[in-house]
C-alpha cells in the first residue's frame, strides 16, 4: 500500500523537545525579548526557523529574526548531539523498516541542523531523501512533500507523512497524503486528531506493527 515513508525529526525520531526549548528561551534572554514560555515554544517545533521566532515575537523587525536565529544556534550548538536521544526503538524500527520501504525526511530544521543530527545519530544512511525548511517552504507548506514525491517518483498515495505536530499533519493534508499521528511528541493527541490521521501511534515499533498489518489479511489495524 505504502512504498515511501516520511519522517518529521524532532518530535518523532528524537527527543529534542527540551534542548530546543531551552536554546530558544536563551536566545530571547541574550537579546533582552521577553521571557518565552516553554508551551509557546513547544507549539513552533516543527515550523523553520525564521517562522518559529516570528510566531513566538510577532513585533519582531528581520534583523531581530536573523540576530534571534544566531543566538539560538549558538546555544542549540553548545549543548552535545550524543545527548539527546532516540526516542525507544526508533533505530532498530526503522532499520528493519528500511528493507522493504523507502524512508525520507520532511523537517523544520536547517540543512546543516540536519546533516549534523544524521551523522550523530548514525541514521544518515537509512534516509534515501531529505528536505529541510531553509531549502523549500516551512511546514505547513506542502512543497517540501511535493519535492520529495518528485524526487523519488512515488505517487501521493503510495506514500505516508509521520510527524508529531499540527504542522506535520497538515502539511501531509494540504498535499493529499496519508498521515500518521505521534503522541510523545511536541502537540497534544488531541490537536492532531482534528486533522484525521490515518493512525495515531504511542511508540514508535507501532507504526511497523501496522504496516504489516495493512498487507496481512485477517489482522487487526490500529
Given at each position: 500500500m505504502?512504498k ?9 525520531i ?6 530546543i526549548?531551552?536554546s530558544?528561551?536563551a536566545?530571547?534572554?541574550?537579546l ?7 508551551e ?6 516543527g ?12 513585533e519582531?523587525?528581520?534583523d ?22 532516540l ?7 526503522l532499520k528493519?523498516?528500511s ?14 541542523g540536519?546533516?549534523?543530527a544524521?551523522?550523530?545519530s ?9 528536505r ?6 516551512s511546514?505547513?507548506?506542502p512543497l ?8 523519488s517518483?512515488?505517487?501521493v ?8 505536530t ?28 482534528r486533522l ?9 515499533p507501532e ?8 498487507s496481512?489479511p ?5
Open positions: 505504502y515511501l515513508l516520511i519522517f518529521d525529526w524532532d518530535g518523532t528524537i527527543d529534542s523537545q527540551e534542548r526549548i531551552a530558544m528561551q536566545a530571547a534572554r541574550d533582552g525579548h521577553p521571557e518565552l514560555h516553554g509557546a515554544v513547544r507549539n513552533i517545533i515550523l523553520g526557523l525564521p517562522e518559529a521566532i516570528r510566531e513566538l515575537l510577532p519582531i523587525e528581520a531581530g529574526v536573523e540576530q534571534m536565529r544566531v543566538r539560538y544556534s549558538h546555544h542549540f550548538l553548545e549543548q552535545n548531539d550524543t545527548a539527546t536521544p526516542y525507544p526503538g526508533v533505530e532498530e524500527t528493519r523498516l528493507k522493504g520501504y523507502r524512508l525520507a525526511v520532511a523537517t523544520g530544521k536547517s540543512r546543516r540536519l546533516n549534523r544524521l551523522e550523530s548514525g541514521l544518515g544512511p537509512l534516509f534515501e531523501l531529505t529541510c525548511a531553509d531549502e523549500t517552504r511546514k505547513p507548506d517540501m512533500l511535493e519535492q520529495i514525491l518528485e524526487v517518483g512515488v505517487a498515495h503510495e506514500a505516508l507523512m509521520i510527524g508529531d499540527e504542522y506535520d499533519l497538515e502539511m501531509g493534508q494540504r498535499a493529499g497524503m496519508a498521515t500518521v499521528a505521534v503522541s510523545y511528541g511536541a502537540h497534544a493527541l488531541e490537536r492532531l486528531r484525521a490521521p490515518a493512525l495515531e501511534i504511542h511508540q514508535f507504526l511497523e506493527s501496522w504496516l504489516e498489518s495493512l496481512s485477517g489482522e487487526a489495524s490500529y
